[in-house]
């Protein structure tokens, strides 16, 4: 008899992916994915079904989602329906769950935005002679502070009406 068990899913995730290890090191990352489906009825209003699948991830793939994913980042999953059956401790009863196992898994939606801090730094007096600024209010920097690429700016209003000269610096 000929069979065929291939999901390809594509939605949202519905709560930031648990991940576990095995005692020989494999991770398994479980995820939460809702799909949503949109058709118009005989009545023509628009009506939507959303769809709450459970996917269990493998290897090295779970770690990158692990990482890399949160709760409502969309996600397109390829993999095979995977049939769960246990004996309920409490009731007794036979309880069944059909999810999904993912074989291949790729991130949509660009590249996830990592959380930064921005911090704006006062230009030493020769920068502010040379363009001709009001001096600001002096800020130390700590020793041990990365410095990155810094954006020269000068603004009115996002400090509170103050017209002065800025270094905005992103540190990740």
Not at 52 to 75: H, L, S
Not at 124 to 139: G, H
Request: net charge positive.
């Amino acid at each position: 008899m000929a069979s065929f068990n291939k999901v390809i899913l594509m939605g949202n995730l519905t709560r930031d992916p648990e991940l576990r290890y095995t005692p020989k090191g494999t991770a398994i990352a479980k995820i939460g994915v809702a799909v949503n489906r949109v058709w118009t009825n005989e009545a023509g209003e628009k009506k939507e079904e959303v769809t709450f699948v459970d996917v269990d991830i493998f290897g090295r793939t779970a770690e990158n989602v692990g990482q890399y994913m949160r709760k409502g980042r969309p996600i397109l999953i390829e993999g095979r329906l995977k049939l769960d059956q246990w004996d309920d401790k409490q009731t007794g009863q036979k309880k069944s769950r059909m999810g999904v196992v993912a074989e291949t898994v790729q991130f949509l939606g660009g590249a996830p935005v990592p959380a930064k801090v921005v911090v704006a730094v006062a230009l030493p007096p020769r920068a502010r002679r040379a363009r001709q600024l009001p001096a600001p209010r002096r800020q130390n920097l700590s020793k041990g502070m990365v410095r990155p690429k810094a954006t020269t700016f000068r603004s009115d209003e996002f400090f509170g009406g103050f017209a002065s000269q800025y270094q905005l610096l992103t540190i990740n």
